[in-house]
């Protein structure tokens, strides 16, 4: 059994502190094979019934990265006008994607349809096969970081219209539309702390039954 | 910025590598403070908007255990009932969960009604919230695992009965049920290809467009 020694876990908590999402990128382009050192970490990543229900667009075209960009400022938009007064001013003062600048675009689906893993775990919780996938990512998150490379997860996005612009079977659910690329900066605080949006809670909520 | 050496990085690709998903546990406590040390990834998890939705609940009474044991137990004939033949009497023959022996099981929820956050992210892509607590989970997991603990992570379950029986809010939707302990033993094969049930595929699926 791997063991694992007291520096290799100080290394990870430090790993996991440093992680952050990022917005700000520097336009230098990722090398396709570190890219693809990311991308191993869905190979290593835990799905439900190994099912690996993981589809993976590499989003490279002009008219599909306009058709993703033009999707989140139609979305964030939209997400302004739910705010009122110096909430929406905070709001619109946020950089909340880094879509021109990331040189590499990652649109991460499930697909519900899959027959792979034949639904073991999956009857009462189907939706743990789109927690499979959110779990991957997070690995390929950590493995990115690791390299000094930055993720930057948009959600700001109408998801079906996503799907149906970049013409994938409508079974593909979209989980995560991720921004990779080298960080013009990292910091230990989120930026919606540093930009007064929210702060880390002070404790875990924690119950016992 | 934080750098990670070529060591480090080696050993969070072995630490992703050994991660299983364990469902045979030793009965040996974990102790306390090592429990909170694994909970503490929660605390570095990115969560979209800031909001920090995940809610976790130690469950450590008999009566607790055993409404999550028997939750299980009908849930697991349920699904054994979906398969027919050979398919089934392999159904039959795996072990689905660690949950009579393994000291401690954490019931993680997301409260959809947060208002931590404001709402940021989570307009287009409510699930975002949920997708947060899954992340965290997975941060949980491989810290579980750099001091050798095993996680298995039970899907087998009405999450609604859970939640009632359990006497949680109902805006707390469960996420996953996990059993956390020490493994009988620890293999770089995941238990379900072992088994016979399905194995990793060979290559990832990647598009482009």
């Known amino acids: 059994m791997e063991r694992f020694s007291k520096d290799f876990r100080a290394g990870l908590h430090d790993l996991m502190r440093w992680r952050r999402d990022v917005r700000h990128f520097r336009k230098d382009p990722v090398d396709p094979a570190l890219l693809d050192v990311c991308l191993d970490a869905f190979n290593l990543a835990p799905s439900v019934g ?117 013409d994938l079977p409508e079974d593909w659910k979209l989980i995560g539309y991720l921004c990779l690329g080298w960080p013009q900066d990292v910091s230990l605080t989120p930026e919606l702390e540093t930009k007064g949006w929210e702060t880390r809670a002070p404790a875990l909520r924690i119950e016992e039954r």
């Not at 229900?53 to 989003?59: D, L, M």
């Not at 675009?105 to 034949?118: E, I, N, P, R």
């Open 50 to 166: 190994l099912s690996e229900p993981w589809r993976i667009v590499k989003v490279r075209s002009q008219s599909a990265r306009d058709a993703a960009l033009a999707n989140f400022l139609d979305a964030n938009t939209k997400a302004l006008s739910g705010y009122e007064g110096e909430r929406a001013e905070r709001y619109a003062s946020l950089k909340l994607a880094g879509l021109r600048d990331a040189p590499e675009h990652l649109a991460v689906f499930c697909d519900d349809a899959t027959t792979k893993g034949h639904g073991l775990g999956a009857a009462t919780m189907p939706e743990m096969r789109r927690y499979s996938v959110v779990g991957a990512i997070n690995l390929m998150w950590l493995t990115a970081r690791a390299h000094g490379l930055g993720l930057g997860w948009v959600s700001i996005l109408d998801p079906d219209r996503l799907t149906a612009d970049l």
